[in-house]
């Protein structure tokens, strides 16, 4: 606890008990929707329907649900959108247990909770500055991230071992979420949060409020971009590992989760360190460090694939290597852009941060997807590479031009 100081304050340990517990659960239940559309209807177009309708109901309505956070008690809406949460889960098992339901039906189950995403994240965003003191606030946020590429890992390990009992246990897996959100609930019981910090009576109530603010705030909008580069980068990577495994013929195809835990190892190992740092000074220009880091490992890695140099030692150090970078760009950027946000827009800066993220990192999966079937897969992520790599150097150009814009004093 002393290493890491969010930990030394009694409130934030309640908190992320069942916090974990319930993200842990939330990627059981996510999988079993993929999983049994898979063994219900042995479709691909199917499954990513699936996917689609969890993912795009969050993009549509998260940047009014962020309006709705900055006005409203963030906390009473969260535990509001976790009981709602709750229900759709039970309401999903007892559907399964029934032999009712469908994949139509199933794909209605995900919109559900795809909404109730985009409703939950802006408040727990905009909430996490009271879950702990001012002076733990960045070591908060980077154990909370530790706590989720955790949960990454232990989710998936622990769904396979639920698939691996067959169909019948659907019911079983599609509860997981809901019965984890009910600890959740009951940890947030025992919390009691820090005071609120002051908003500031002329702040635009409005939706679009927040979109202009990481626009025009270059203090919001540095951090952004840099997590957006790391999600194009990143989310590729993680979501085609069973085709890096297949392809490169690397480890048994049932192991390719092997690959994927390793390179969350690595992003544990680095944000448990931004979490006993618990400072966010200078965060964002070291973060184009490591995000220049980060494309010489991707390239490094794909061309040593390319080569045949796929001796699995290799194969583990580089994919540990660079889950150790990627928490020095997305969490480091996320602790600059937590401290940088005025209350009366934290829930709409952060909410759409977290939108534009996701769908950036699914538009990225779904385009290397493609590219990968016109000229292979290690080609389509080392063009993702240089891509990002032009985008930082087009943003430092810019950046540099605006500042000798700026008059001086």
Known sequence: MKSIPALSEPNYRRFIVGYSFSFTLYWVTLLAIGWWTWETTQSAAWVGFMFFCDLFPAVLVTPYAS???????????LRIVLWITVATGFS????????VLSPSLLALFAVIEGTAVGFSQPAFFGLLNRLVSP???????????SIAQTSFVLGPLLAGLCFSLGTDFAPLVF????????????????????PAPPKHDNTDPGAIAGLIEIWSNNKVFAPIFMIIC??????????????????????????????????????????????????????????RIWLAVMIGLL????????????????VLSLLFVLGLSSPFVWTANTIVLQNQTSEGLRSRVLGNSFMISRATGAMAVAAVGILSDWI????????????VAVLIAAQSILRNRRRLMEPRP
């Not at 999903?92 to 032999?99: E, G, N």
């Not at 390239?299 to 290799?314: C, D, L, N, R």
């Open 67 to 77: 309006a709705l956070a900055d006005r409203v008690d963030r906390f009473l809406m």
């Open 92 to 99: 999903l098992a007892v559907t399964a247990a029934l032999d």
């Open 135 to 145: 002076k733990n606030l960045s070591s908060g946020v980077a154990f909370n991230s």
């Open 175 to 194: 509860s997981a979420n809901a019965f984890g959100t009910l600890v959740y609930l009951y940890s947030l019981t025992r919390v009691e949060l820090q």
């Open 230 to 287: 790391v999600a194009l980068l990143q989310r590729p990577l993680i979501s085609l590992m069973p085709s890096t495994n297949g392809i490169f013929d690397i480890l048994r195809p049932e192991a390719f989760t092997f690959l994927t835990a390793t390179y969350m190892a690595g992003s544990v190992l680095g944000t448990l360190y931004l979490s006993s740092k618990n400072d966010d000074t200078g965060l964002t220009e070291q973060s």
């Open 299 to 314: 390239v490094a890695f794909f061309a040593s694939m390319e080569a045949g140099i796929t001796q699995i030692p290799i």
């Open 376 to 387: 292979g897969l290690s080609y389509a992520m080392c063009a993702t590479a240089v891509f």
